[in-house]
């Protein structure tokens, strides 16, 4: 694909990375970190499989912009937009892995209470 585009041809990550201002990125980390334990189990409810999914492809198309970065200008707010984005992209991670967790748990549940 064109640089910048993630594989499924839709949003510009690397180009909607580039123009956010870092009080936008900040903002979004902080709402992120702050409200994602709480919603993870009704995300669990809701669709764990689709929502974990697109954590986890939200954390892979940051990786992918910040390795597209790699070599540019690395002036302080750069460096701390990367920072961030390292940030987002651990949140989604660890989202996607909170609510595939919470998938389990309640497999379990229901396959104990089967037996």
């Given at each position: 694909g064109a640089k910048g585009a993630s594989s499924g041809g839709g949003i510009r990550s690397a180009d909607f990375l580039?123009?956010?201002?870092l009080e936008e990125v900040a903002f979004v980390a902080k709402q992120l970190r702050e409200n994602l334990p709480k919603y993870a189990p009704?995300?669990?409810?809701l669709g764990g499989k689709f929502a974990s999914k697109?954590?986890?492809r939200a954390g892979a198309n940051i990786e992918h912009a910040l390795t597209e970065w790699d070599g540019e200008?690395?002036?302080p707010e750069r460096r701390m937009l990367r920072e961030v984005?390292?940030?987002l992209s651990s949140a989604a991670n660890l989202g996607a892995n909170a609510i595939n967790g919470q998938m389990d748990v309640s497999k379990k549940e229901e396959e104990?209470?089967?037996?």
């Open positions: 580039r123009d956010a201002e009704l995300a669990g409810q697109l954590l986890e200008e690395d002036s984005s390292r940030g104990s209470k089967r037996s």
